[in-house]
């Protein structure tokens, strides 16, 4: 049995004030939530408040990125020890904008998910397609190709201590979901391609939606066999809209 997991990443979106008032909110309603681990991945400059204020209750953070190297000259850089040292539980790689804007490699992201690993930190694995890649039919291949980077550089048992999130580039901030059906079509995907290497991996690792989940949308999406959560933006700036999120997951 799969615990679901539902991890907001909030970009680069907030200020102390906004921060303050989405924490309290998040809090007050944690109640509503029943099934779901929490999480919440914040700016790397508010992450000693997220600490502060979220230490003793079940809900956990985590970091956007992490550095492959642990210390030293990287202007710049935040490294996985300095987010273990604040307590974060997990850390977002491979995030499609860090590919996009930050020309991420597929075997940099490789390097990220061993050196978050080596911090202690439970690494969330982003993975998707663009919109030219659907359209011309490699979805699977995209993916399959950004699966196996990381699992060949960290081994398949590794991988299997963290978490996969399928996020299809064209679903982001766009208001346009990817269907129940188009999800689980891909999240089924991504599990036979981890259980071609360990069947166990397969079985337990969590595998995320992300792009476009809201309260409207997250149950259905939820309840597809293969999808165990989900990894929001902009729906997890909103306390009322992301413990809404994270109530669709209630058993
Ligand atoms: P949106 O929920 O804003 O589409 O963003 C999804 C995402 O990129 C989460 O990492």
């Known amino acids: 049995m799969r615990q679901p997991l539902v991890a907001g990443n909030w970009k680069m979106n907030g200020s102390r004030a906004s921060v303050a008032e989405l924490l309290n909110g998040l809090k007050a309603g944690m109640a509503r939530v029943k099934t779901a681990e929490v999480a919440v991945c914040a ?29 030293g000259a990287y202007t710049g850089e935040i490294s996985g020890p300095m ?64 699966l196996d980077a990381v699992v060949a550089h960290c081994g398949i048992d590794v991988v299997g201590e963290g978490v996969i999130a399928y996020e299809p580039v064209w679903a982001i901030g766009t208001g346009k979901t990817a269907t129940p059906e188009q999800a689980q079509e891909v999240h089924a995907f991504i599990r036979a391609r981890l259980a071609a290497a360990s069947r166990s991996v397969a079985d337990t690792v969590r595998v995320l939606y992300g792009g476009s989940m809201n309260p409207n949308n997250a149950a259905e999406l939820m309840l597809q066999d293969d999808i165990d959560g989900g990894l929001i933006g902009g729906a997890s700036l909103k306390a009322t809209d992301f413990l809404a999120v994270c109530s669709a997951a209630n058993r």
Do not use: M
């Open 83 to 146: 987010l273990a040292d604040f307590a974060c539980h997990y850390v977002i790689i491979g995030h499609s904008e860090r590919r996009a804007y930050h020309a991420e490699s597929d075997e940099l992201v490789a390097n990220k998910f061993s050196a978050a690993r080596a911090a202690g930190l439970v690494p969330i694995l982003c993975v998707g397609e663009t919109l030219d890649e659907r359209e011309a039919g490699v979805t699977e291949e995209v993916v399959g190709r950004q």
């Open 43 to 71: 700016p790397a400059v508010f992450i000693p408040a997220v600490q502060a204020e979220l230490a003793g209750t079940p809900i956990k953070w985590g970091g956007q990125d992490v550095s492959v190297h642990a210390s």
